[in-house]
């Protein structure tokens, strides 16, 4: 551990907890404009963490600690994960500590606890949408896992900063198998993410709502500590993929100028992921619950279709 990798550390660290809300505020913006609406600011989402931080969190009588502690194990969760993907270095102190594997267990923990919390105090909607959560959480990781492990076979490793700096080092060319990876990553991504066409945070409709039902019984700072970590899963997902399938402009261990261009350059393909999702989710509909295994059977199969083409063909 050098003085170079503990502050590529803390940058990433800073940047993963600040640049997390600008990026669902970037989204939403960019969401508004393709429909024709008024546009929030982009800081929103740091006037509404601030709001909710400094109100009264309200917890109900019957409440085990499982409730009152879920927020903080979602949120180290999420904040740890973001903190192994190699944004802006690969030289990363965290990164020997835990592999792809380990960071989709990260998030399953954090599925785990908040499916929890949420049949906690016993009401209908906290149920349905615990249910709904493992669900798409069952069908989604194994997919996830899929996207991952075409990654590592390429660089014949599964920690990911290994695996970053083997694709950015290899000549340019659009391989079969990571195109059906980046595919299923995409569909994994919305899932995860409460995004449509599996899910739409903007709305509270009983058919419809997961995020939303798992998070109505919060208030206060337990509130804003779950809306900052679904920030922070967005930006890790989004992070994730660029650095697998965009690894260009990530520093390596040894190169101190790179990482100067690194910041400028995860921030420009933020941009450029931020308004594609925004995109996606303007042309798409919301999709009934009954489909969502449909949707992550295929990206499933897409995932095994990269493995077995990278095996068979070698491309």
């Known amino acids: 551990m ?6 590529a550390q803390l940058l990433a660290m800073a940047v993963a907890l600040a640049g997390a809300p ?12 393709l429909q024709n609406r008024r546009a929030p600011p982009l800081t929103m ?23 009152r502690l879920a927020p903080y194990i979602v949120f180290g969760c999420m904040a740890l994960a973001s903190m192994i993907i190699p944004t802006l270095s690969t030289n990363l102190p965290l990164a020997p500590a835990a592999d792809a594997i380990a960071l989709v267990g990260l998030f399953g923990i954090a599925r785990l606890f908040i499916s929890l919390a949420a049949m906690d105090i016993g009401t209908s909607f906290g149920t349905m949408g615990a249910r709904r959560e493992m669900l798409v959480g069952f069908l989604a990781e194994p997919a996830f896992l899929m996207v991952l492990f075409t990654a590592s076979l390429i660089s014949s490793s599964t920690s990911l900063a290994n695996t970053v700096s083997t694709l950015a080092h290899r000549e340019f060319a659009i391989l079969p198998s990571l195109a059906f990876a980046g595919l299923a990553f995409t569909m994994v991504s919305l899932a995860e993410n409460a995004r449509v066409p599996i899910d739409n945070p903007a709305t509270h ?4 709502m997961i995020h939303e039902a798992l ?11 779950i809306e900052w970590a679904a920030s922070l899963k967005l930006f890790a997902y989004s992070c994730a993929g660029l650095a697998i399938f965009f690894p260009w402009g990530i520093a390596e261990a040894s190169d101190h100028v790179a990482l100067l261009w ?14 594609t999702l925004a995109l996606i989710e303007t042309i798409l509909a919301k999709m009934r619950i009954f ?25």
């Not at 050098?2 to 502050?7: A, K, P």
């Not at 199969?301 to 077995?308: E, T």
């Open 2 to 7: 050098n003085f170079e990798g503990i502050f």
């Open 22 to 33: 600008l990026l669902s505020g970037w989204v939403n913006q960019c969401r508004a404009w």
């Open 45 to 67: 989402p740091f006037r509404t963490l601030h709001k909710l931080f400094w109100k009264e969190s309200v917890v109900a009588h019957d409440a085990s600690p499982i409730f």
């Open 205 to 208: 409709l009983e058919l419809t």
């Open 215 to 225: 998070i109505l019984e919060y208030s206060g700072r337990h509130l804003a500590l």
């Open 262 to 275: 690194a910041l400028p350059a995860l921030a420009a393909k933020l941009v450029v992921g931020g308004f």
């Open 291 to 315: 489909r969502v295994p449909e949707f992550l059977a295929t990206a499933f199969l897409l995932g095994v279709l990269a493995i077995l083409v990278h095996l068979l063909l070698g491309a």
